[in-house]
T-cell receptor, first 112, second 114 residues
Framework: DTGVSQDPRHKITKRGQNVTFRCDPISEHNRLYWYRQTLGQGPEFLTYFQNEAQLEKSRLLSDRFSAERPKGSFSTLEIQRTEQGDSAMYLC??????????FGPGTRLTVL | GENVEQHPSTLSVQEGDSAVIKCTYSDSASNYFPWYKQELGKGPQLIIDIRSNVGEKKDQRIAVTLNKTAKHFSLHITETQPEDSAVYFC?????????????FGQGTILTVHP
């Protein structure tokens, strides 16, 4: 257990529905990252927060995706109008002003 | 952007043998290279990392080597045990304006046979 928690661990939804995931980073970690991992692939970067500021977004993050970190602590990732191609593991990682990132257990999303 | 290639995609060894996984990267600005182990249904777990000012780093049975000129780095596991069986990922980060985002390789499925 790295200290990064994610909720829920599994989510099954129907195409077109909205879903929201939560990440709680290690306490006092000011950097928070979201990655997406599809079966048989390495994680791919989605977005990055330093404290509450979202400083970078990947082009993978279409306008159906939005992420927030309102008080610089936990973060949420919302996907609107889900598509089957959104099925993946969504991973959150945190770090404290260094390169070393600690990952949570992930949220497995299945879109039917 | 950065591109990381990882080989082999699968690796099967006998318990007690050594295992070597190799990665190459494209961005000469990359300066941080972690290795993660991922077990089924879990998030990646950091096992060792190396920064560009160091050529080699060891932690018990695990070692990583870095050749910045050739842009490649390798993970070495000695005296493998069945519990080492997992998927291993290399990654690279350029720090600075990349904000430390990691670019991962495609992964290596390591199987250690008792």
């Amino acid at each position: 257990d790295t200290g990064v928690s994610q909720d829920p661990r599994h989510k099954i939804t129907k195409r077109g529905q909205n879903v929201t995931f939560r990440c709680d980073p290690i306490s006092e970690h000011n950097r928070l990252y979201w990655y997406r991992q599809t079966l048989g692939q390495g994680p791919e970067f989605l977005t990055y927060f330093q404290n509450e500021a979202q400083l970078e977004k990947s082009r993978l993050l279409s306008d159906r995706f939005s992420a927030e970190r309102p008080k610089g602590s936990f973060s949420t990732l919302e996907i609107q109008r889900t598509e089957q191609g959104d099925s993946a593991m969504y991973l959150c990682a945190s770090s404290i002003s260094t390169d070393t990132q600690y990952f949570g257990p992930g949220t497995r999303l299945t879109v039917l | 952007g950065e591109n990381v290639e990882q080989h082999p995609s699968t690796l099967s060894v006998q318990e007690g043998d050594s295992a070597v996984i190799k990665c190459t990267y494209s961005d000469s600005a990359s300066n941080y290279f972690p290795w993660y182990k991922q077990e089924l249904g879990k998030g990646p777990q950091l096992i060792i990392d190396i920064r560009s000012n160091v050529g080699e780093k060891k932690d018990q049975r695990i070692a990583v080597t870095l050749n910045k000129t050739a842009k490649h780095f390798s993970l070495h596991i000695t005296e493998t045990q069945p519990e080492d069986s997992a998927v291993y990922f290399c990654a690279a980060s350029a720090g600075g304006t990349s904000y430390g985002k990691l670019t991962f390789g495609q992964g290596t499925i390591l199987t250690v046979h008792p």
